[in-house]
């Protein structure tokens, strides 16, 4: 699939907004939304792999000859893995500040590639530009990537715009992804003073481990098809509602009220 440009009229007209899909979540309780990045947001084109490969290649001084496996994981967790599957002693890795360094470098080395060999998932601009215009709703993320480099694919894309990045939950706040759901609540409660809990609280992701850190870290979750997983991989995960993608913007936002407002 080609990069989206200007097919799409929320990226060309700033002045764009789906009033129908609007008027649905308009008086939806305070909602704390959180999204995850690579398959859900973006398809980043195998760049994100090539970036842990690279980082492995600065912290090893060679290439790896076993590729990462990243879908759902942290950066610890993907580092950590790659470095034992490549024969790399990984008793004196401990925390992901000893992988910053490698991971920051790869990415700036990287980033060019990310317009080029990837691209905005449908449907996820009008998804972003709806839920912005909702007083009660703060969006932001939830990522296993670093924050410097979950910063660098957002903005490379030009989605920055649309989600608080300050409150998000990184895979630099915590080695387990579920620990991300609660890190991102305390920055939330500390920029805005609002307490957000299992019930309005969303995820938004497309692997398995997603809902296992929305189960684990109280939240609720919408997993979207998107990426390696089918719709009945993630139903068996345990996902609150499935969707095939965010391509129908009526669908995703009935579908995000009918959750938050679900009290079973």
Not at 129 to 143: D, E, G, H, M, N
Not at 201 to 211: A, F, K, M, S
Not at 227 to 256: C, H, K, P
Request: charged share 20%; glycine share 6%.
């Amino acid at each position: 699939m080609p990069p989206v440009a200007c097919s799409l009229r929320s990226m060309c007209d700033d002045t764009f907004m789906p009033d129908a899909s609007v008027s649905v979540v308009a008086h939806l309780p305070k909602t704390l939304i959180l999204w995850d990045i690579d398959h859900t947001l973006i398809e980043n084109g195998g760049v994100s792999k090539a970036t842990y490969a690279l980082a492995f290649e600065l912290l090893a001084g060679r290439a790896p000859s076993v590729r990462p496996v990243t879908d759902g994981r942290t950066d610890f967790q993907i580092m950590h893995e790659l470095l034992s599957a490549n024969s790399v002693d990984t008793e004196k890795y401990v925390e992901i500040t000893q992988f910053e360094g490698v991971l920051v470098e790869a990415m700036t080395r990287n980033a060019p590639q990310l317009p080029r060999r990837g691209h905005i998932l449908p449907g996820v601009i009008e998804a972003l530009t709806a839920l912005s215009a909702i007083p009660s709703i703060v969006q932001s993320v939830l990522t296993g990537n670093i924050a410097s480099n979950a910063r660098v694919k957002l903005s490379v894309f030009n989605l920055d715009r649309w989600v608080d990045l300050d409150v998000g939950g990184y895979g630099s706040d915590d080695t387990i992804r579920s620990n991300l759901v609660n890190a991102s609540r305390g920055k939330v409660l500390k920029k805005y003073g609002t307490v957000f809990d299992r019930s309005s609280t969303i995820l938004i992701g497309d692997t398995p481990l997603d809902v296992k850190a929305a189960r684990e870290g109280g939240a609720r979750i919408i997993a979207v098809a998107t990426g390696i997983y089918s719709a009945s991989q993630l139903i068996e995960a345990g996902a609150d509602v499935v969707l095939e993608s965010l391509a129908d913007l009526n669908r995703f936002m009935t579908t995000l009220v009918d959750l938050r407002t679900d009290v079973t």
